[in-house]
């Protein structure tokens, strides 16, 4: 074993357990609480391979979760941003760029840019992986919201065209998977947890 190595991603493995307490938006699905980044995490990544058959394009399963183990490490220093924070969102790109170049020096460089490159193609959606990665990210917080009984909406005085805007990685990547999406919304309407888009376009 090279120790100099070692050292380096047991520093890594350190530095992200802080994961475990950066807290989002989103409630567990019993409402008693706020889910942790790290939650999150484990959740979509148990999801790429039950939800597998729903993919449209032919995808790597054991890709996609290191994929989505990995895609928002970086909050341990640029922190969660609300999907549906305008503000917050201006500068959530340099934040987290910035992060990354900090976090993932921390490994040797060959898990440095592996480790890297799936981060950055996350954030891309522009392969049959990431869009898939993607479709999850954004199917987990809804299912849970709509458990919840909108919490995040409520909160946020979202409406129906931004939710449906979020969620359009769901309609590309795993299509099947979209009525639940319409039916989820048209229910968050019907409680008046959110706004219906319709009355405002």
């Known amino acids: 074993m090279e120790q100099s190595r070692f050292d380096k991603q047991l520093d890594f493995l350190i530095q992200i357990d802080r994961m475990k307490n950066i807290e989002r938006q ?5 409402g008693s609480r706020r889910e942790t980044d790290a939650e999150h995490s484990w959740h979509i990544a148990v999801m790429a391979f ?14 996609v979760v290191r994929m989505l183990l990995v895609h928002d ?3 341990v220093y640029a922190g969660d941003t609300f999907c549906y924070d305008v503000q917050g969102n201006l500068d959530k790109k340099e934040r987290e760029e910035a992060a990354a170049d900090r ?9 440095r840019d592996e480790i890297r490159a799936l981060f ?22 809804i299912i849970n919201n709509h458990l919840t009984n909108g919490h995040t909406w409520r909160k946020g005085h979202v409406n129906s065209n931004q ?11 795993t299509p099947s998977l979209w009525p639940l999406v319409e039916k989820i919304v ?3 309407i019907e409680i008046g947890a959110l706004v219906d888009g319709k009355e405002n376009a």
């Open 26 to 30: 989103t409630l567990i699905a019993d």
């Open 50 to 63: 039950l939800l597998k058959e729903y993919a449209v394009e032919p995808i790597d399963v054991d890709r």
């Open 73 to 75: 490490l970086v909050e």
């Open 103 to 111: 976090l993932f020096s921390m490994l040797p460089d060959d898990q």
């Open 120 to 141: 950055e193609e996350f954030d891309r959606m522009d392969t049959p992986d990431s869009r898939y990665a993607a479709s999850l990210d954004r199917l987990q917080p």
């Open 163 to 173: 939710v449906f805007e979020r969620m359009a990685p769901i309609k590309e990547a």
């Open 186 to 188: 048209a229910h968050g």
